[in-house]
């Protein structure tokens, strides 16, 4: 018998339902928004040096249009894309020693927007000074192109990181940018959906049990199966959480992962090797609906290429990600921004809470005024420590 339901109460039926709703607040990266003047006080990979050629190429970031490209004299320039003269695009500008040039009546202009040569002017143009093009500052570490959005007068330190500061005889740094730490492969580089959906997923250390060892076969080792003892903390630069597990082989292990401002991941080997990680992710918004992953990590200097034990996610048939589904699938399928008045959170994702919360935090210092965490200003303090890992402990002694 079908049981009775209280007077407007549908039985769950989807009829009805109210307008669903995403927290715009800690979503949209866009000029202007809380979370975009937040992010633009922060430096952000942008590309990969060693594809930062002479060959202008568009880049979108933080809901910004813009070109980029290296000149003759090695200097990498990020500019706003419509030609100051009459509007057409520099994509199409021609690179040289000095600069860029418009195609359209061959303005040109050097790395930081100077026009230093307006040919169809006579001399060159006499008051070609007075013309800037919008660009923005840029520099490059770790094989990595960085770009600073932000007010001029709060521009920071670029962050370095101990664990790429002291490479040992026989390493290197492999600076990548591609879905491939977001479930995609590297043939694919821009992930269709909202940024925060990746990066809040470095605080669920749950879904790794279910998504990527039980549901969908193991993705990664067999002992990310077993379901961790979890404990959640903030760090200055952010969060950690610290997943406590007892190995089938007696072992016991903590494995510490790091979600820092505005939008790092550390996330430790996924093969379990124990010792600190020895990589860093930074999920870059592309726009409200879109992020890039860039990925720099110490390997061995005569490293040829990452080995995966799934087939590139862009040679799987539809079916085959429904058989095995991954972050990719977990994530986009979440929509292009996910609709967070319709979520019911449970204590597993304390995490994910928490993280929220202490965005929620961050913007409002910078809305207030403030520099939020992990911004510095003076050199001396710009190297950060790696604190995530797979850390083994010492077997117990008895007598």
């Known amino acids: 018998m079908q049981q009775a339901t209280r007077k407007g109460d549908t039985g769950g039926n989807a009829y009805g339902r109210e307008p669903l709703t995403y927290d715009a607040d800690i979503t949209e990266v866009g000029p202007g928004t809380p979370c975009g003047e937040f992010m633009r006080r922060y430096w952000h990979p942008v590309a990969v040096s060693a594809k930062v050629t002479s060959r202008p190429q568009n880049v979108r970031i933080l809901g910004e249009d813009l070109i980029l490209f290296r000149d003759g004299k090695n200097r990498v320039g990020l500019l706003y894309p419509r030609c100051a ?4 695009t520099l994509y199409y500008g021609k690179v040289d020693e000095n600069g860029i040039r418009c195609c359209y ?5 050097d790395v930081e927007g100077h026009c230093i040569d307006q040919p169809c ?3 060159g143009g006499e008051h070609k000074s007075r013309v800037r093009q919008p660009w923005y500052p840029v520099q490059e570490l770790y094989g990595l192109v960085w770009a600073y959005m932000g007010p001029p007068d709060k521009q920071p330190v670029l962050p370095r990181w101990d664990v790429f500061e002291a490479l040992q005889p026989g390493e290197k740094i492999l600076a990548t940018g ?3 730490g977001a479930g995609g492969d590297d043939t694919v580089e821009i992930v269709p959906c909202n940024w925060l959906q990746d990066w809040e997923n470095i605080m669920d250390p749950f879904h790794i049990p279910i998504l990527h060892t039980t549901f969908s076969g193991v993705q990664f080792v067999p002992e990310m199966g077993i379901m961790p003892e979890v404990v959640w903390d903030p760090v200055d630069l952010g969060m950690r959480y610290s997943a406590y597990r007892k190995l089938d082989d007696g072992r016991e292990m903590d494995r510490v992962t790091l979600a820092l401002f505005p939008h790092v991941r550390i996330v430790p080997d996924i093969r379990l090797s124990g010792g600190p990680a020895k990589g860093i992710g930074w999920v870059v918004p592309v726009d409200d609906t879109h992020f890039r992953l860039f990925h720099t990590t110490r390997v061995p200097a005569d490293f040829k290429g990452r ?3 799934r087939r590139p996610w862009s040679d799987m048939t539809e079916e085959e990600h429904q058989n095995e589904p991954g972050d990719w699938e977990a994530q986009v399928g979440q929509g ?4 967070h008045s319709e979520e019911n ?5 304390r995490g994910v809470v928490m993280l929220r919360r202490a965005l929620r935090r961050q913007i409002e210092i910078v809305k207030q005024g403030g520099d939020p965490a992990g911004v510095v200003f003076d050199p001396a ?9 797979n850390f083994y402990r010492e077997a117990s002694v008895t007598t």
């Open 336 to 339: 292009p921004v996910s609709f």
């Open 121 to 123: 002017e006579p001399g």
């Open 307 to 309: 080995v995966s034990t």
């Open 345 to 349: 959170l449970a204590t597993s994702d």
């Open 85 to 88: 003269h009459r509007g057409t």
């Open 178 to 180: 591609s879905s491939f």
């Open 105 to 109: 009546h061959g303005w040109q202009f």
């Open 381 to 389: 303090k710009a190297v950060f420590k790696v604190e995530a890992g």
